[in-house]
């Protein structure tokens, strides 16, 4: 569909127009330039199936007098479009140009002069020097989707050229040159309105785009944008949602986007700013689903590992333990009390979490008997990558801290469980968070496109290094990843 590439990310445009994105998308000119090199196919077949009325007309040949013609069937049998361009403009949209193209026709003719003589045949027509120039302006409908419209078109025609089969060939160069004037004036007419129509044909097609996404049973993500697109003399900027909701339930989190920039880079096809406020947004549906905790039993502990998830081995830490269940197995319920947070930082992100860890001693029925609460302050480190499409993150430990809530088992020094839970993390905790996608990225539910996994690259970025950048309100610089989009197939 014509400019598929791009308008599809227009097409995300909401009801509210009041919060900060969370998610920003640029699309520079060489996105824009794979755009018309897509939609040049479509406007060529548009173009095709341009169908030009039957006409007839009387003109005065000399020295015959007055020649009654008429002209019907005509086709359209080829076009080329040898020169286009797509160029921005400002607070508006896009203007297309299509130069020097060239469209090929044929059909049947009829004359009639002296009242008596007849004659007939075909046709073979050639149009070149075909000047196209339409402006397209982007706006929102009532549903917060987007409404695209031409809003002005000019068409010209260099010439036409009729070569006439049947009859005799000196009638026709007698009158060749009113036919061609009629057909270039009838073709001249036809092709704004065709124009306006692939344009307006978008449409149906935009209505019908979904502003909603399914993650998992749990949640689903918005990309609807919070503003109207804004159009640069070099790019077009999109501000999206990008927040996550459980779903069937759209319940806003306790904290709101930061404003942010995009870097001042054109170099690649498409850029991708997403905040943290995203993937925040993402731990708080994801808490309130009450996902977000760990059950760890012995037999997820590597058997090569000493430290065994059994009251002999905290008996050893916890004598009250020992006294009251020896020879149980234990089980640890890891969960989150505080919706974890996320900041972006040089090159990766960290990720602070406050848990509770409650201790269970496995009864020979399988009844649980608690044993203790622990208080978990960790803080991990996000290295952040793009596995199939879908954002994945690779954790490791930076530090956790301990403290009792409360004891079934007496009091005890808590330090002296470090090792047991650092066990718990290396082998359970972040080999879970490791397998998990964070996002997946609908490129193809966007742009209406197969995009490649190749060329794209995250980077960090700090958006006090970004002219115009405004300070989150708790003081802290606004840090967002990027992605950035070299190729779009095999453009």
């Known amino acids: 569909m014509f400019l598929c590439c791009w308008l599809g990310l227009v097409a995300l445009i909401p009801t509210t127009l009041s919060t900060n994105p969370g998610v920003k998308v640029r ?48 086709h359209i049998v080829n076009v080329g479009l040898p020169k286009s361009s797509v160029d921005l403009v400002p607070g508006t949209g896009v203007t297309l140009s299509i130069g020097d193209a060239f469209i090929s026709l ?19 027509l050639n149009v070149n020097g075909l000047n196209i120039a339409t402006t397209i302006s982007i706006k ?63 449409n149906p097609q935009l209505k019908t ?14 990309y609807s944008m919070v503003s109207s697109p804004t159009v640069l003399k070099s790019s077009i900027d999109l ?30 096809m498409l850029y991708i700013g997403m905040s943290a406020f995203t993937v925040n947004s993402a731990a708080f549906v994801y808490n309130n689903a009450g996902v977000l905790s760990l059950s760890v039993t012995d037999d997820m502990i590597p058997k090569s590992s000493p430290i065994r998830l059994n009251t002999n081995t905290f008996g050893v830490i916890i004598p009250g333990i020992a006294k009251q269940f020896p020879g149980l197995m234990m089980k640890l319920l890891m969960k989150m009390e505080k919706i974890p947070t996320l900041t972006f930082e040089p090159n990766n992100a960290t990720v602070q979490a406050t848990t509770t860890v409650t201790a269970f001693a496995i009864q020979t029925n399988s009844t649980l008997s608690p044993l203790f609460v622990l208080n978990l302050e960790a803080s991990v480190s996000a290295r952040m990558f793009v596995s199939e ?10 530090k956790m801290d301990l403290t009792l809530a409360k004891s079934n088992v007496g009091d005890f020094q808590v330090s ?4 047991i839970l650092q066990v718990v993390f ?44 405004i300070r989150q309100t708790t003081g802290g610089t606004s840090r967002i990843i990027v992605f950035n989009y070299i190729c779009l197939d095999n453009y």
């Open 27 to 74: 699309l520079t000119e060489k996105g824009i330039e794979y755009g018309r090199q897509l939609g040049m196919a479509v406007i060529q077949q548009k173009l095709r199936s341009i169908k030009i009325p039957d006409f007839s007309g009387t003109e005065t040949v000399s020295p015959i007098g007055k020649v009654q013609y008429s002209l019907s069937n005509m």
């Open 106 to 124: 044929n059909g049947n003719w009829r004359v009639k002069y002296l009242r008596i003589i007849k004659h007939s045949g075909s046709f073979d």
């Open 140 to 202: 929102t409908d009532e549903t917060g989707r987007p409404a695209v419209s031409s809003d002005s078109c000019s068409a010209a025609v260099g010439s036409a050229k009729v070569k006439f089969h049947g009859g005799g060939s000196w009638l026709y160069n007698l009158f060749t040159r009113f036919i061609d004037k009629a057909l270039r004036n009838a073709m001249q007419k036809q092709i704004c309105p065709r124009a306006t129509s692939v344009v307006s044909d978008l």
């Open 209 to 222: 785009l979904n502003v909603l996404a399914k993650v998992d049973k749990y949640a689903e993500i918005e």
């Open 239 to 268: 501000s999206l949602k990008g927040e996550f909701y459980n779903i069937g339930k759209h319940q806003e989190p306790p904290f709101s986007p930061a404003a942010f920039n995009l870097p001042p880079q054109n170099n690649n």
């Open 389 to 398: 499409m879908k954002l994945a993150a690779a954790v490791t430990l930076n």
């Open 416 to 419: 002296a469980l470090n090792s």
């Open 426 to 469: 290396k082998w359970v905790v972040i080999p879970t968070v490791n397998g998990e996608f964070i996002l997946t990225l609908n490129f193809k539910e966007v742009f209406f496109t197969k995009i490649s996994k190749k060329d794209f690259h995250l980077h960090f970025h700090s958006s006090s290094k970004v002219p115009g950048n």
